[in-house]
């Protein structure tokens, strides 16, 4: 499968067209003097392009959150547990009337992650897996807004 990825401000799939507001995004900044964790509000909109052979059938996407030191992101679920950032998703993709064989299909899909908690400022991507596979990666840098002064003491 092919995976085309962005992060943006905001997504939407609809009829499987992808509504991307503030596109192409890469960094994002916190105020100064702002505690972590930094509240994060990002999304991804994603392409699939599903080939032939793997049409009708059920399909697994979950994103990962990876720190510059390449672990996963812990963050607090609602019960206050320390867990593995991941997000997921399904999808199962047909061949409609009029598709002939070998001819590819794609599904659109939107994840909104408004306050996601980062714990520190620095370098995180997301991966994005299909069917427990790593097809793409998308780096996020987080950091202090420009100009802004930090004290430390």
């Excluded at 009029?98 to 980062?118: H, I, T």
């Excluded at 520190?120 to 793409?136: H, Q």
Aim: net charge negative.
């Amino acid at each position: 499968m092919r995976v085309d990825a962005m992060l943006c401000n905001h997504a939407e799939a609809v009829n499987n067209l992808l509504y991307v507001s503030g596109g192409g995004i890469n960094i994002t900044s916190f105020p100064p003097g702002l505690p972590a964790p930094y509240p994060v509000a990002v999304a991804l909109a994603i392409q699939i392009t599903v080939p032939w052979t793997q049409t009708n059938q059920q399909h697994k996407v979950s994103i990962d959150l990876i720190g510059e030191d390449g672990k996963p992101v812990t963050i607090s679920s609602p019960a206050g547990i320390e867990e593995p950032f991941r997000f997921e998703m399904a999808f199962n993709v047909g061949r409609p009337a009029g598709l002939l064989p070998g001819d590819e299909q794609s599904v659109a899909l939107a994840a909104n992650l408004g306050g996601l908690p980062m714990p520190a400022a620095g370098k995180y991507e997301f991966v994005i897996n299909v069917d427990g596979n790593p097809e793409r990666h998308l780096p996020l840098r987080l950091q202090p807004q420009q100009g802004a002064q930090m004290s430390f003491g």
